[in-house]
């Protein structure tokens, strides 16, 4: 094999990998399921809302829940969008981020990695957010600097 083949197959081959790396195609047709159990220590409910889609379909509701020793979790319920690569939960300080740029300017708050594209989770809000600043919950592509969806905090009845 002359050397300028073996090149190319090399270069191939890295080409491949790395999309492979970056766009992760086998995610479009595997889900991720998760079927976390609702904290049993919920005291209240916090603030709730509804998903809308964005860039993906996307459906299921979140729920922030004030546990008995005051700490807060947000609930993921009846989730559903398309998996992709880096997804991550963040809380918004405004619910029409769609991009990158306006996602910095206006400020979020990683709740880290989304566990599932399919189901009931859980993510700790670390102590001291202010909800009542950070109003929205996305699903948020960071790879790629895209909004699957958002959803609106309301304020609950606290039950």
């Known amino acids: 094999m002359s050397s300028r083949r073996r090149i190319l197959l090399f270069a191939g081959t890295l080409l491949l990998v790395a999309g492979w790396y970056f766009f992760r195609p086998e995610r479009a047709v595997l889900d991720r399921e998760v079927a976390e159990a609702a904290p049993t220590d919920?005291?209240?409910?916090?603030?709730?809302?509804?998903?809308?889609?964005?860039?993906?379909?996307?459906?299921?509701?979140?729920?922030?829940?004030?546990?008995?020793d005051g700490s807060r979790v947000l609930r993921l319920e009846n989730f559903e969008t398309s998996d992709g690569p880096d997804l991550q939960v963040y809380l918004l300080v405004s619910p029409d981020v769609s991009n990158g740029a306006q996602l910095n300017e206006a400020g979020f708050v990683s709740?880290?990695?989304?566990?599932?594209?399919?189901?009931?989770?859980?993510?700790?809000?670390?102590?001291g957010v202010d909800l009542t600043r950070y109003r929205a919950v996305s699903i948020w592509c960071r790879r790629f600097g895209v909004n699957f969806a958002t959803a609106r905090l309301l304020p609950s009845d606290r039950t």
């Open 42 to 68: 919920a005291a209240s409910k916090v603030a709730q809302g509804d998903f809308e889609s964005r860039a993906h379909d996307t459906r299921g509701s979140v729920r922030v829940l004030e546990l008995a």
């Open 111 to 127: 709740l880290g990695p989304l566990k599932g594209n399919i189901g009931e989770q859980n993510y700790v809000i670390p102590g």
